[in-house]
């Protein structure tokens, strides 16, 4: 059997978890149009027993220059996914090739003593630039799209022939290592991104006060914020947005969890959190 973990890497936006989501098809990672919308380490594990177990290593964006504690944190993650893995797939955005230097993803890999594997994402809205990628790498740039499912096949066939050799590291039904509560907190700040205006969602962390399993799932979860001047924004006129955000996240809970859930939410301002470490590692930030 082949087994081994399998970073994947690139710009914010790049597509990086939509393409994990695809090629094991299942949302293990948030999925927005914003930036840096990952600010952890995911794991997604796909598994066809007794042949092969790749376990996909979902980053934060790569930021050159990171500043501030959020993206310092973000940074830290990105690195240290890089340690003692088998496999690096590095997504290379289309944007990745207007500008007349390297991209960062190339940078970061092209002198890594393990397989890497450059993949250029989302070709369902722009194919890339073979020439201009010639340009920078002699290494093949396969061309994929979550979307449209092109090329994923041969993409897991090539992820599969550079595993070693290796037990399975995970139980062949388990898809990721994030707990229900986790996800909850992943899927509540992934549709505050999506229907909040874009200053916000950087200043924005979702904690799960409460999560308990009944007859139906539990939990109360704060969405907190940096700005008291963002709150008015997020609860909406009438509470109109707060709703939104709800009742969106509860069924995609329910879609998920395959079970009824109950949701409440509250809206906290927290200044300046990223700078309170220990409210950092209660949100799995530390």
């Known amino acids: 059997m082949k087994a081994g973990f399998v970073t994947i890497i690139g710009v914010p936006n790049a597509g990086k978890s939509s393409l994990v989501n695809a090629l094991i098809g299942e949302n293990v990672s948030a999925v927005t149009s914003k930036p840096q919308t990952t600010r952890k380490r995911t794991l997604g594990i796909l598994t066809k027993p007794n042949e092969y177990q790749i376990v996909f290593v979902d980053t934060p964006g790569v930021i050159e220059n990171a500043q501030g504690e959020l993206n310092q944190f973000l940074m830290k993650e990105l690195n240290d996914s890089l340690k003692d893995i088998q496999v690096v797939l590095a997504a290379i955005a289309p944007w990745d090739l207007k500008q007349n230097e390297k991209p960062l993803a190339l940078k970061m890999t092209e002198n890594l003593k393990i397989p890497v594997i450059y993949v250029a994402t989302q070709c369902d809205l722009k194919l890339i630039d073979m020439n201009k990628w010639a340009q920078f790498s002699k290494e093949p740039l396969l061309q994929t799209s979550a979307k449209d499912k092109t090329n994923l096949e041969e993409l897991k066939n090539i992820i599969i022939e550079k595993l ?15 707990t229900l509560r986790e996800l909850s907190a992943e899927i509540i700040r992934k549709n505050c991104f999506e229907n909040l205006h874009q200053e916000i969602p950087y200043g924005l962390a ?13 939990i109360h979860a704060d969405i907190v914020l940096t700005r008291d001047s963002h709150k008015a924004m997020v609860i909406g006129q009438g509470g109109s947005m707060i709703k939104k955000i709800g009742t969106a996240s509860r069924m995609s809970m329910e879609e998920q969890f395959g079970e009824k859930v109950f949701l409440k939410l509250n809206v906290n301002v927290k200044p300046n959190w990223v700078k309170d470490k220990m409210f950092m590692q209660e949100l799995g930030y530390e």
């Open 164 to 178: 070693p050799q290796n037990a399975a590291y995970y139980a062949e039904d388990i898809y990721t290592n994030q």
């Open 206 to 218: 979702v904690n799960i006060r409460d999560f308990k399993e009944e007859k139906i799932y539990k």
